[in-house]
């Protein structure tokens, strides 16, 4: 399949949208972009984060998704109480493959549960602040939390429940129970981006910074955007325990309150998932003065560039040792599967779109075995996670997320305590550590691919037939449609059924699951049910008035 030529991607890029009503097709080719670098190695401008044009069958989640699902879910001893109807829950309850280890077979994990108001056509007349404050109460006596988070769906901010206020009383009346709420009404914003948000502000108001005292431990960092899919941060753990780095916090994978509470006290941050999470980073950092910069551990190279790097951050000779011992003993390991791997890989192609992070990250594993990501694009990022935080000066804020709160944070003037000097700080970046700096997905593709934001299932299907490659990486909604064209799809929400794919274990598990899917005969012997039959398996008459 591979190796066969296509059209130019101008040609496809109207391909795309020559069957969609001009307005549309204008729109759509804004967000359809030819990657080039110029001279500078500036790539093009991609219009991101804007409306999903009413009609067409988008990939996107909604903002409580995104707070209340991606944010907040992987926490395992916070009560997530959802105010709301019961599909709002019920739809999101155990959908999510992060998982969690509980300290002891005794220790709270929620996460198996699913708390809701369960509203009724009652409440949504007559109002709901009732019952969220009886379900509060309910959860409370059964389970006793540490803390109850309790998430706005549509309808309550459609009849104007006040669940902050409602939140505010509990938290007195209880005592001993934090409690509190996100307006994170499913509407908001144009994506779960907009809940990412929303979690972001919460927990930065409401949580981090209550517990002052460190954890025990040489070199802490705060792992921000890493919530444990597959088992992904279970692999990170072990290898920073391996390393000699403390692991003050996730956010927020396997992770507990008690560590949200304390993510300020590291000396570093480091930010996975750079889309749900920037702001809680920069945050921490002006409010108490720890540095965060961009790391990625998926993809062998990556996990080893990312260890150095924290350990320059520490200057420590005893950890520059170690990381090195680390990494040279992996990079063999890893570099024997690769080889093998890469003998029945190389020169295949991938696509990939998915989320806000890892149609980015997940090249680096593709290209590590030989393979060609020909086109890739996020649901639901920004431009600067397409072309780089640089261009954050030049983003029009518009309507949208103007609706979402800015946190103004100052210096705390007891606690912000500035981990490294400004000169300090200075050596380092001149030294390419990349402090507050996230370069994107488009500067690290090649020159002539398509990137596409928040594409269409329409746009899906024509790319499949036009490039027809050898793997196409989405999600749940994807998945059956593109099999049924003969190209295996990876889930890379969800990882299908396998994982973890994170560090250096991570990597060879990914190459070798891509080496079976892309090297299976089963696909080429499907044909689609639209090929089996001479007339198509429905008869549709459009009517127009
Ligand atoms: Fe970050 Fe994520 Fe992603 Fe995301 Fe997500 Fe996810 Fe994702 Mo699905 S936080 S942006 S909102 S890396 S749930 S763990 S896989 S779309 S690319």
Redesign the pocket.
């Known amino acids: 399949m591979s190796g066969t030529s296509h059209p130019a991607p101008e040609q496809i890029r109207e391909n795309l949208v020559k069957s969609y009503p001009a307005k549309v097709a204008k729109k759509r080719l804004g967000q359809i972009v030819v990657n080039r670098k110029d001279t500078d190695g500036k790539v093009p401008e991609m219009k991101a984060n804007v409306r999903t044009i009413p009609g067409i069958i988008t990939q996107r989640?909604c903002c409580y998704?995104?707070c209340k699902?991606?944010?907040l879910g992987p926490t395992r001893d916070i009560v997530n109480l959802v105010h709301g109807p019961i599909g709002c829950s019920f739809y999101a309850w155990l959908t999510?493959r992060?998982q969690t280890r509980p300290e002891t077979a005794d220790s709270p994990n929620f996460m198996p549960y699913c708390f809701s108001t369960d509203m009724q056509d009652e409440n949504i007349v007559f109002g709901g602040e009732k019952k969220l404050r009886k379900a509060i109460q309910e959860a409370y006596d059964l389970f006793h939390p540490k803390a109850i988070g309790v998430f706005a769906t549509c309808p309550v901010g459609l009849i104007g429940d006040d669940v902050h206020n409602v939140a505010r009383e509990m938290k007195d009346k209880l005592g001993d129970c934090n409690v509190f709420a996100f307006s994170c009404e499913g509407y908001k914003g144009v994506s779960?981006?907009a809940g990412?948000h929303i979690a972001n502000n919460q927990l930065f108001k409401h949580v981090i910074g209550l517990n002052d005292e460190p954890v025990p431990g040489k070199h802490r960092i705060t792992m921000l955007?890493e919530?444990n899919?597959g088992g992904d941060a279970f692999v990170l753990e072990d290898l920073m325990e391996r390393c000699g780095i403390t692991i003050t916090a996730t956010l927020s994978g396997n992770s507990t309150i008690a560590q949200f509470e304390r993510a300020h006290t590291s000396d570093l941050n480091c930010v996975?998932?750079?889309?749900?999470?920037n702001y809680v980073a920069d945050m921490i950092e002006k409010k108490y003065g720890v540095p965060w910069i961009k790391v990625n551990f998926i993809g062998a190279n990556a996990t080893a560039k990312a260890l150095r790097k924290i350990a320059e951050y520490f200057a420590d000779p005893e950890l520059i040792a170690r990381v090195e011992e680390v990494v040279t003993e992996e990079l063999a390991k890893v570099a024997a599967v690769a080889a093998d791997v890469r003998s029945r890989c190389e020169g295949k192609t991938a696509m990939l779109f998915?989320?806000?992070?890892?149609?980015h990250?997940y090249q680096e594993l593709f290209a590590e075995i030989g393979m060609k990501t020909l086109a890739a694009g996020?649901?639901?990022?920004h431009r600067d996670d397409y072309e780089g935080r640089n261009v954050l000066p030049t983003i029009k804020v518009d309507a949208d997320s103007r609706n979402i709160e800015e946190l103004d944070v100052e210096p705390d003037p007891v606690k912000f305590k500035a981990r490294r000097s400004p000169s300090e700080m200075e050596a380092l970046k001149a030294d390419g550590f990349p402090h507050h700096d996230y370069k994107g997905m488009m500067p690290e593709m090649d020159n002539e691919t398509l990137v596409i934001d928040d594409i269409s299932e329409h746009e899906t299907e024509e790319l499949l037939r036009i490039y027809k490659p050898d793997i196409f990486c989405a999600?749940i909604k994807e998945k059956y449609v593109v099999q049924k064209h003969g190209i295996p799809c990876k889930q890379?929400?969800?990882y299908d059924y396998g994982g973890p794919y994170a560090g250096f274990q991570g990597a060879i598990n990914f190459y070798r699951e891509i080496d079976r899917m892309v090297n299976a005969s089963i696909w080429s012997m499907i044909s689609p049910p639209w090929q089996q039959n001479s007339k198509p398996t429905l008869d549709a008459e459009y009517v127009k008035n």
């Open positions: 989640g998704a995104g699902g991606v944010v999510r992060n779960q981006s990412h955007g919530y899919i996975m998932c750079h889309r749900s999470i998915v989320g806000g992070s890892r149609a990250h996020y649901e639901f990022a999600g890379l929400h969800s």
